[in-house]
């Protein structure tokens, strides 16, 4: 069995839909599960829904309708294959309207995305003669703790997902992004969430590959909207592709990785547009280990946090307190950097930024910078090879571009450093240069 997952805009229009079902039906001999995401924009729409004046929810409501009614009509069907979802969504915008809205509401207004988006996918593989079933992830195991918009799955999930998804005589078309709680209210596993269904299904049924079918060949260098002669990675192992998804590249959601390689299943990243194309194989041992560098990641709006206290010296306990905030406000810190009087850290959002540094402020002296940029070189053969920092600062130092804090994870597979936001481009041609030589 394989698990075959498309995001948004591999479901994004009639055509693309026609196309993934195609994808689909190439693999038939190899048993796929498919997961899929919402229509691609639709939830942004279905939050803007959630949080408009209700006298303006009919007109969003209208417009998700009708481009799902557009795809269904180019596809060939008039049939109420949505009726149910339709009305359960204008029902919760009703709902939100009344009683007004609440993180509970929010991830139920999210989940018709997806309920609506497999039922049409289903409907058009079972078209092209491969019989297809949609079914809600939520409705079949996939039970996650109360942390709604950003849900984990419960450790039964996956014993029972794999019974119900074995037990299917068709391909079941399986909902991205959603679970449900013991008590039965839908959560959502955080934005971009389907890749990490598809690796909870996959590992849920022991799958002998996850693909993830996507709309650009495979997981990149660095962002070819940055660099054109970005390349695209053939093969790489978890570790640094778990390092290059946390750090920017968007081509896949973090989360996904854990539970392939629990599995050990190796995980493909695909293009939709160009199914040919190989892609990038993520395996335990990527079969290439020649490039020493395999990638350079970015992620912008980062804020820096400088803390200072000299109460630290010689002290214990100090930085368990300092952390103890940002556990607190659950908020991941993304890099970290300590010398004996100062810890500096990047954290990405600004969520609750204002009551955490009122309360670090209380422990230690303060100084954030915003608007930076935490770029990130992984590779696992940095470990044994000398030189990398050197060349890799000398590179900056020649754009001079100022860095502003410098930090090696122990497993010594990525060399991570801040710089400010406007010199991201810069920095990111320079290395890319350095160590792709263009
Ligand atoms: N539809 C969800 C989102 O837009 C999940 C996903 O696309 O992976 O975030
Ligand atoms: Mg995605």
Partial sequence: ??????????????????????VVLRMKDRKPVVVVSAVSGITNQLIELAKSAPEKMAEIYEAIKLRHIGIMKELGTTSGLL????????????????EGLNKETLDEMQSFGERMSTKIVAFEISRHGLKADAVNSFEIGLLTDENFGNAEPLEEAYALLGKHIRAMDSVPVVTGFLGKTRKGEI?????????????IVGAAIDAEEI??????????????????????????SFAEAAELAYFGAKVLHPKTIKPAMAKNIPVKVLNTFEPENKGTTIA??????KSIVKAIAYKKSSTLIIIQSTRMLGAYGFLSRLFRVFEKYRKSVDVISTSEVS??????????????????ESIADIKVLEGRTVISIVGEGMKSTPGISART??????????????????SEI??????????TETAVKALHKEFFGE
């Fill in 1 to 22: 069995m394989i698990v075959m997952k498309f995001g948004g805009t591999s479901v994004g229009d009639a055509k693309m839909i026609r196309n993934t079902a195609s």
């Fill in 83 to 98: 009726d149910n979802d339709l009305m359960g969504l204008k029902a919760c915008a009703d709902r939100i309207a009344g």
């Fill in 187 to 199: 959560t959502t596993l955080g934005r971009g969430g389907s890749d990490y269904s598809a690796a």
């Fill in 211 to 236: 693909q993830i079918w996507t709309d650009v060949n495979g997981i990149m260098s660095t962002d070819p909207k940055m660099v054109a002669s970005a390349k695209t990675i053939e093969s790489i």
């Fill in 284 to 289: 335990k041992d990527p079969s290439n280990g």
């Fill in 343 to 360: 810890v500096s850290l990047t954290i990405d959002s600004d969520e609750n930024l204002e009551s955490i540094l009122e309360e670090l």
């Fill in 393 to 410: 600062f000398s590179a900056i130092a020649r754009q001079k571009v100022n860095i502003e804090m410098i930090s090696q994870g122990a």
């Fill in 414 to 423: 990525n060399l991570t450093f801040v710089v400010d936001g406007s010199s």
